[in-house]
């Protein structure tokens, strides 16, 4: 398989291709591998949220209230924060096992609250969530993928395809909080690094977009040379920043 059969959100095309909804775990050791440190991980977690801010995740328009839903992390489309490290010490040395890993980050959905449905930024990836604190089961706590329910278990990872249709909600008077990883298909691995530039492209323009609704009319040749420069820059930053990573 080569980049062609690589779909990225951020060129506006539908997401057609006949891919499955979830990955079946056993298909990959690292799986277990998270599974069978959980309680690692999940002291590193709840410890970093006691102590850290959470920011609410930038597109509003995904969320049934505002700022419900918020992350932070170590791993972000292949730039890694350093300034994280010491509160996850033991949670990346088994992360970084992971072939491919490219994003690391805990989310959290308040009480009461609902991500609506959206396809993700690309089919490159495998995206993992490893449930850190899951206050019930469903129909309460509920992810669906595709039109599949799925419920998060504590310390049980759900494999799933992140471009496909996707939403979830937390009903309860409780947070809900996962460990969420991507890790690119083994089949795009020799593509990692302009994967992951495209997609801070992607995220760049939504972001600017959002804030400057202007730039949507600009030519279509002054966006290229915006878009071009965004990817090239974004592509040097995560070379440079790879070769610091502990």
């Known amino acids: 398989m080569n980049r062609s059969n690589i779909w990225y959100s951020y060129t506006l095309k539908p997401y057609l291709l006949e891919e499955p909804s979830f990955y079946n775990k056993e298909d990959f ?13 999940k002291r590193e977690a709840l410890a970093f949220v006691q102590n850290n801010e959470l920011k609410p995740y930038f597109n509003k328009s995904l969320l049934s209230r505002s700022n419900s839903w918020k992350t932070e992390g170590l791993l972000f489309w292949g730039y890694f924060f350093k300034k994280h490290h ?6 990346w040395k088994i ?16 009480p009461n609250s609902k991500i609506k449905p959206h396809n993700g930024d690309t089919n490159a990836i495998i995206r993992v969530h490893l449930p850190i604190v899951v206050p ?12 599949e329910t ?24 409780q947070k809900r909080l996962v460990l969420l990883i991507d890790v690119i298909r083994p089949e795009f691995i020799a ?24 730039v949507r009319n600009y030519p279509v040749w002054t966006k ?11 592509r040097t930053i995560l070379r440079i920043n790879r070769l610091f990573w502990p």
């Open 136 to 147: 019930s089961g469903l129909p309460l706590c509920a992810f669906t993928v595709n039109g």
């Open 29 to 41: 050791e690292w799986a277990k591998l998270l599974e069978d440190n959980f309680e690692i991980i």
């Open 224 to 234: 290229k040379i915006l878009w071009s420069s965004i990817r090239f820059i974004a």
């Open 191 to 214: 593509f990692k690094t302009e994967i992951c530039g495209k997609v801070l492209n992607g995220l760049a323009w939504q972001a600017i977009t959002q804030s400057k609704p202007g």
């Open 150 to 173: 799925r419920a998060w278990e504590e310390g049980k990872v759900i494999l799933f395809n992140d471009a496909q249709n996707h939403y979830a909600q937390n009903l309860t008077n």
């Open 95 to 110: 992360a970084k096992q992971i072939p491919g890993i490219v994003s690391f980050s805990i989310s959290e959905l308040d």
């Open 86 to 91: 010491s509160s996850f010490i033991e949670t």
